[in-house]
């Protein structure tokens, strides 16, 4: 296979960047004492830590790790996906209006106090309802008897996201309540995400990547356009809609349980890009593994670099997402 | 014929406006300058006061001066009977024509207000007062600084010099006792509580107690390796009747990875109201005892 | 035998009929070229023929087959086309966007095998684009892509192959190019080609459709679907055939039809030959007067146009003396004109006749010498014979050196006669 050793580093980056992200934190444990609690919790053994180091490393770092990676490998991929379905390098996972609608229901849930009997998961199950309804709305406007422009659904998906924005920032303006929750939110993070968090998305997203990369062929073909891809004997109208579903339903996951984090969906496919090329099978797999290496960085960085606070994560992925893009485009641009 | 005309009209239209202007600044005034640098010209005689923080409505009612308030907020909901003064908006839905609309001899604020809406007030004359709470001697020093302004800096000595006295008793009862070490929580997910230079952690200390989250400053999102590694003894939540079905006390029980933290063991987390725990104002005071026998139950 | 059928189809946008029963039917071993002026439903034909649109009615087929009764990766097997442009936002190289055309014949996960990769590259070779292999899309050529969209469309290794106007934005090599290759496959799969250029169509298709407004106007042996008629009719356009012993058939030239302002029902006689009345015998007939040339010798260039322009002639044969006979004929149709257009050409005893009419005809009707040249030494071959009968008329009637002069000349000489109606 081509661009196998492309696959193998970014494997071994990732099992570092996991590793030593689940090492690196706040309270200073060592390594060797990380990876002891990791072992011993798979293998069995006599503990010599301490109750709360086991804690902070199996029920803190390591589903926080986790949940990372399966965001980020999330958000690339359905990046990846979108940017082909649309042909528009500027597509990201939320093209469609998802944060936008997500960020109404989560705020409509707070500031209502409706209850779903959840608890915790209230918040997440109504942003990734509001989220998926967004895209079918989107989806629903854009419909000329069966068929579905690809500019007609930017358009209207630009045009929904700015009405459910306002009515977010309607809502946010009038309540009397406090919104640190929509605005934490928002801003995205993974603060306090535990094993359900990682249990309730992990489905979605490796079945939607899985996905993903069964359709890698017919992606190929559609981003010369529906028609070329018509002639090679793939029905766009179908891809489209399975594409459409599966990224919304991803990125709906992942919005729920991390808010939104900017810039991993968007730039994390065209870093792929230009260490393989447009191919989706490679491409798609590749986004995969960067964006989950990706979010495990920046959330490590989120977390450590002034704490005990947290940094809001958006911040560290466009910190170091936007830079690290323009010397790749740099790069590659001198390389011509 | 007719330039001069108009010419006339606005020259009288000019030396009027100039005689209403002159009449207004005869008025007495003493310029102080404000916690936040701002120098501002306060009448010597103040009659009429907006308040816009719920905190600066109790103080001028602990001082008597209730009847001179002519404004609050949505939120300033003590003492009861300021419920009948009308009310300028909510934090974020404040609106200077109201406030205006008062003719109000002097504005009080918090750094919590929005700045622009004391720009906005400032730009058109209004003098603002905006004072920053992060202490208790903040809350002492704004009391005694509003007695003075309102003329009854007999009355602030006496309350604030009360207030003083209750806060060396709950020095004087703690001192001895191991230190706590504590967690003032003001949201759960994420977790939001007070760190460094927040009037919650010198509540805390005053009570004899550590504050897990003083590396940090202000109000901070932490993460749970925080709280964990931090081994908080006892855990302060501030509850607000506002959003949030299940009560945020029932929500940090439920979280997996705090079972095992000795607040949560032994069940030390306490509820106290919003209103009264985040608010830096007289009953301020009232907050600490809480603390304290929170802290030391 | 591999067929496709185009039977009654009709398709709409909205409202507006883009095509109305069009029927016609393609086989194997043939090019087949699709003609038409811009709008006429070319492309949209193109795309219900490749099953991307469904037609209002009527029916596509392949082999028998309606195109929507086939499942997409069957028709991908089957038919390939080659799109106007190629747009991607992203780079390919040439050899994956040719892979590419393996897709119908792939499974989810399955990777090409060998045989794939060896087809590819038979595409590739036989769209002479191996050379550029390894180069990404991005950066070829007009005529560079073209063949490495055919390279694609040939890895689908299809019975029908279907182009939309292949030539389009390349220099003439390449459009040379692209047709020989497109001729060359036809020998062995059915090649469908939407073309602009009619030349292309009569040196290369072995039959042409002639699309109108939607509908079809003629279907056939090009030749014969591209008379003059058919195109002044569907194009608007003038046509003339030109011959050269290098091409095998006849090329086009074209010109927007001039203007007729008025009828005129003057006749004037034009004398000429050797090409030298073209010029004259054009502006009299777009100037609206009824023109008849003569005597004009078979092959003569002037010939080819009086008759392209409907002008009644007089012909001898080539190289022949004009006679007496056709002297007289001659004689009596300046009579029956109100005036005379004499092109100086060369005069040899062949023609000298035309001239000796000419000069007989001085002082009896208006005669006008359009020459560009006062020295007729040049034209003369005669041994001083011509020379003098052109002084005589360059003497005794008008000259003018350029056409607007003459018909300014015959305007003074014989009114405007504009058609009393």
Known sequence: MRHGGVFAALLLILACVGTSSVCIGESSIDCGTVLAIIRNAVLGGEPFWSPAEETIVLLIRVPRVLLAGLVGAGLAASGAALQSLFRNPMADPFILGISNGSALGAAAVLLSGVSFGLGLFDLPLAAFVCGTLTVLLVYELARVGSRVSTHTLLLSGIAVSAFMSACTSFLLFTSSEDLHQVIFWMMGGLAGRTWAHVYMVLPFISAGVFIFVAFARPLNALMFGEESAHYLGVQADQLKKVLLVVSSVVTGAAVAVSGIIGFVGLIIPHIARLLVGPDHRVLLPLSVCAGAIFLIAADTVARTVIAPAELPIGVITALCGAPFFIYLLRWRGSEA | MRSLLITGTLLVMISAAGCIQAGESSLKTSTMTDDTGAVVEVPVKVERIVSLAPSETEVVCVLGQGDRLVGRTDYCNFPAEVRDIPSVGGPKTLSIEAIVGLRPDLVLATTITDTTIVEGLRAVGVPVLVFRLESLDDVYANIACVGDILGCSDTAELVVSGMRLREESVRANTCHASPVRVMYVLWDDPLIVAGNNTLQNDLITAAGGINIAADAEGYVIISDETVVSGQPDVIIVSETHAAGTVPIKERLLEKPTLSDIPAVKTGRIYTIDGDLANRPGPRMIETLEMFASCMHA | MSVLSVDGVTFRYGSTAVLSDVTFDVRAGELVGILGPNGCGKTTLMRVMAGYLRPEAGVVSYDGRAVNALRPRDLARLRAVVEQRLTSPFEFSVYDYVLMGRTPYLGRFQAETLEDHRIAEEALELARAV???????????????????????????????????????????????????????????????????????????????????????????????????????????????????????????????????????????????????????????????????????????????????????????????????????????????????????????????????????????????????????????????????????????????????????????????????
């Open chain 3, 131 to 421: 050379h550029l292999h390894d180069r990404s899309i991005g950066e070829l050529s007009g005529g560079e892509l073209q063949r490495v969209m055919i390279a694609r469309a040939l890895a689908q290794e299809p019975e029908f192959l279907l182009l939309d106007e292949p030539t389009a934005h390349l220099d003439i090599k390449h459009q040379l190019e692209i047709m020989h290759l497109l001729k060359n496959l036809s020998r062995d799969i059915c090649v469908v080609t939407v073309i602009h250029d009619v030349n292309h169509a009569i040196s290369f298709c072995d039959r042409t459709v002639l699309l109108r407004d939607g509908t079809v106007a003629g279907c056939g042996d090009p030749t014969s679907v591209l008379s003059t008629p058919a195109i002044r009719e569907v194009f608007g356009v003038d046509s003339y055939r030109l011959q050269h012993p290098h091409l095998p058939q006849a090329q086009l030239a074209f010109s927007i039809p001039l203007p007729r302002h008025r009828e005129r029902k003057s006749r004037i006689l034009v004398i000429g030959g050797g090409g030298c009345a073209q010029a004259v015998l054009f502006a009299l007939v777009h100037a609206g007067y009824i023109v008849r040339a003569g005597v004009l010798h078979e092959g003569d260039r002037d010939l080819d146009v009086a008759r392209a322009l409907g002008c009644d002639t007089l012909t001898a044969p080539p190289f022949s003396r004009i006679g007496s006979a056709d002297a007289e004929r001659l004689q009596e149709w300046c009579r029956q004109s109100d005036a005379i257009a004499v092109a100086a050409m060369p005069v040899g005893e062949g023609n000298l006749a035309n001239l000796e009419v000419a000069c007989s005809m001085i002082g009896d009707r208006p005669i006008v010498l359009f020459s560009r040249q006062s020295d007729f030494r040049e034209l003369d071959h005669t041994g001083g014979r011509a020379e003098q009968l052109f002084a005589a008329l360059e003497e005794r009637s008008s000259v003018a050196a350029t056409v607007d002069e003459l018909l300014r000349r015959l305007v003074d000489l014989i009114g405007s006669g504009s058609a009393q109606r």
